[in-house]
Nanobody
Framework: QVQVVESGGGLVQPGGSLRLSCEVR????????IHWYRQGPGQARIWVAQ???????YYADSTKGRFTISRDNAKNTVYLQMNSLGPEDTDVYYC?????????????????WGQGTQVTVSS
């Protein structure tokens, strides 16, 4: 049983910052690659950032160097630090966690989505 719990979204003024968190709760698992996505009403889900199991990071061009993805393996949590936010960043943000399990019955990797957290940038 795995839960992906997102938090950190909210209302922020242009130029402000938010830090999104995605905590994975469960037992006998190991975090692999983690992605952040965004999705607006009636829109496709768009990739924003990735951090690999080794800590390599990748970003969509739209972040313009403003976002930083990181992970705390001890807490099974991935963060997305978002700075210099503008109205164009308004969306629901989701994390997609790749997991492997310390069990012979669950080999390979599985993907789990968070419930999404609303980010609204407005004055």
């Amino acid at each position: 049983q795995v839960q992906v719990v997102e938090s950190g979204g909210g209302l922020v003024q242009p130029g402000g910052s938010l830090r999104l968190s995605c905590e994975v709760r469960g037992n006998m698992f190991r975090l692999q690659d983690i992605h952040w996505y965004r999705q607006g009403p009636g829109q496709a889900r768009i990739w924003v950032a990735q951090i690999t199991r080794r800590g390599d990071v990748y970003y969509a061009d739209s972040t313009k160097g403003r976002f930083t993805i990181s992970r705390d393996n001890a807490k099974n949590t991935v963060y997305l630090q978002m700075n210099s936010l503008g109205p164009e960043d308004t969306d629901v943000y989701y994390c997609k966690a790749g997991l492997s399990f310390d069990s012979q019955y669950y080999e390979g990797e599985y993907e789990y989505w968070g419930q999404g957290t609303q980010v609204t940038v407005s004055s």
